[in-house]
């Protein structure tokens, strides 16, 4: 069964214009900042920009409550981190317009 995760792709060059796109995908690592980052990031492979260009291996659950509610994005992140600890693939819904 896979997992299915809609979250926040993160970009490191400005957009032109946004785009929604679905990536089936693997976690690799996870990151929980007070500060940044919208509060937490998984990063993933393949990447994002397989989809979408301008965004990186990196994305977001806006865990800090700024694209959706805190509990959602906490939510997405604990699935998210099921998803990595059991091997199992991710299907993500990529939103180049919400970003940290």
Not at 27 to 45: P, Q
Not at 69 to 87: I, Y
Request: charged share 15%; net charge negative.
């Amino acid at each position: 069964m896979r997992t299915f995760i809609l979250f926040m792709a993160v970009s490191v060059s400005g957009q032109v214009q946004s785009e929604i796109a679905w990536l089936t995908t693997t976690i690799t690592a996870n990151l929980v900042d007070s500060e940044y980052y919208g509060g937490c990031m998984v990063e993933v492979n393949p990447s994002p920009t397989t989809v979408l260009a301008g965004c990186t291996n990196w994305v977001t659950f806006s865990c800090s409550g700024d694209f959706n509610s805190k509990s959602e994005g906490n939510l997405k992140f604990q699935n998210a981190q099921l998803a990595m600890v059991t091997g199992k693939q991710v299907h993500l819904a990529v939103d180049d317009s919400k970003k940290h």
